[in-house]
Structures are given as C-alpha cells and as structure tokens.
C-alpha cells in the first residue's frame, strides 16, 4: 500500500473508534465532564500552590510552572489517545489473536497506532489545545513563530518518543507471551507532568524526577517558549532512537512470534 492508501485506512480506522465511543454517549459526556473537573482541580491548586509559595518554585515563575503543566497536559492526552491503541494490539498478542492482523495490507503499525485509537482523549486533547491557545495567546505572542512552532513541535515529538517507549516496552509481549503493565508504569511517569523539578531537592531524587520529564518531552515546549530550542534538539533526537530501537525490536520479535496465546 502507498501512504495515501495507509493514511486513507488509518482515518478509518479512527472515524470506526470515533463512532464506537459516541455509540456510548453517557460514557462519552461523562468521561470528558470527569476529566475537565480533575485537571481543572489541579490547575486551581497549582495555582494556590504558587501563591503560597511567594509565585515562584525553585526559581520557577508562575508562568514557567503553567506552560509546563498545560505541556505536560497535551502531551498526556495525545499520548494515552495513541498509547490506548498500543496497548489494546498488545492485549491481542498476548490473547493470541493477532495473526489476522499480521496479514492485513493495511501494515502493521496502522492497526497498532489507530486501530484502537481512544477517540475520547482526542477530543480531550482538541478542547485543550483550544483552551491553551486562548489561556497561553500572550506567551505565545511573546515567543513569536518561532517559538510557537516549536511548541507545536515539541509536543509532536514528545508523543512520538512516548509511543516509541511504549512500542519498545511492549515489543517483549510477543516473546515472553506475557502481558507487561507499561500502561501503568506510563501512568505513574507522568504524574511527573504536573509537579515541576524543582520542587524536589535532593541530587538523587532531582536526577530521577528530571530523567522522565526529558524522555516524555516535557521540557520542550516550556523552554521554547522562551527561545531556547535545545531541548527540543535533544528531544528530536531522542525521539529518533527510540523510533529506531522500537522498530528493530518489533521487527525481531514479528521474527520470533509463534501465534501462540499467553
């Protein structure tokens, strides 16, 4: 297939998730009520947390801390949209109900990206993107196109580099033939994306809050918002080699697969 033909099969993919959750539509309300109340609470106690702090954390102004909760907020959503369908492919193998799949033309990556795809945290996602162009229009008017693009880049890249993480983690599904809880461990990581490093003190602790921020992208678009686009350069290049491991390591474990169920 050439890539109008997988991009024609992957929106169809996402408009047959789409109509599947709108089937649904008390879920559906009630998931996006539930989610915009959760998030809304923690932006206002961020908020009450910065005051308390005299409006800055670790040399962090308020406006700092509320790009990086609004990033880390996007990148969540757009990663969980995708990850969702990750995770569900990797459900299959381990039923052993993949093989149908193995031989669709559409590719594999298609089914496992868009198949499943969470079309609730899409709109989620949407309706926030909305939010921070409104709530953020001053930032964003401040960093000029430049900054904005990489803004818009970072995010890209952060949740190829998640989905990358995830694929690779994951790829150990089809030769252990053991379901692997990274969707957990994926949550408790990016709890990360709404408490600001600097809060933390300590060498130890510092190290392991900042190592998950820079491999989930969230630093990115904090500082290009400032100009300072070597995060960035970081994360493109961080995204690259985990698209590059996942790739190899699915490849080879496609290779090893048996079509047995775990």
Do not use: C
């Not at 169809?12 to 109509?19: E, P």
């Not at 915009?36 to 702090?53: C, H, I, K, N």
Request: aromatic share 14%; charged share 10%.
């Amino acid at each position: 297939m050439n890539t109008k033909q997988r991009t024609a099969a992957a929106f169809g993919y996402v408009l047959m998730s789409a109509r599947a959750h709108v089937s649904y539509r008390a879920n559906l309300i009630g998931y996006l009520v539930i989610t915009v109340v959760a998030y809304g609470v923690r932006y206002v106690f961020l908020g009450q947390v910065m005051e308390l702090s005299g409006g800055d954390i670790g040399g962090w102004s308020y406006e700092q801390v509320v790009d990086f909760f609004f990033g880390g907020l996007l990148l969540g959503l757009f990663s969980w949209a995708l990850a969702g369908s990750v995770n569900e492919f990797f459900r299959h193998v381990h039923l052993g109900r993949i093989e149908p799949f193995l031989t669709k033309p559409t590719g594999l990556g298609t089914v496992m990206f868009t198949r499943w795809i969470n079309s609730a945290n899409l709109v989620m996602a949407a309706v926030v993107t909305v939010f921070v162009a409104i709530d953020r229009g001053g930032r964003f008017a401040g960093a000029g196109f430049d900054g904005t693009l990489a803004y818009a880049l970072s995010i890209g890249l952060g949740t190829a580099a998640v989905l990358g993480a995830v694929v690779l983690a994951h790829s150990l599904t089809f030769v252990l033939q053991r379901q692997i809880p990274v969707d957990y461990v994926l949550n408790e990581l990016f709890r990360f994306a709404f408490v600001p490093s600097p809060a933390f003190r300590g060498w130890a602790v510092w190290a392991g809050v900042l190592a998950a921020p820079v491999v989930l992208g969230l630093w990115a678009p904090v500082a290009a918002l400032q100009n300072d686009f070597m995060p960035l350069a970081l994360l493109a290049a961080v995204s690259a080699m985990t698209a590059l491991f996942a790739a190899l390591a699915m490849r080879g474990a496609v290779r090893r697969f048996d079509g047995l169920g775990g």
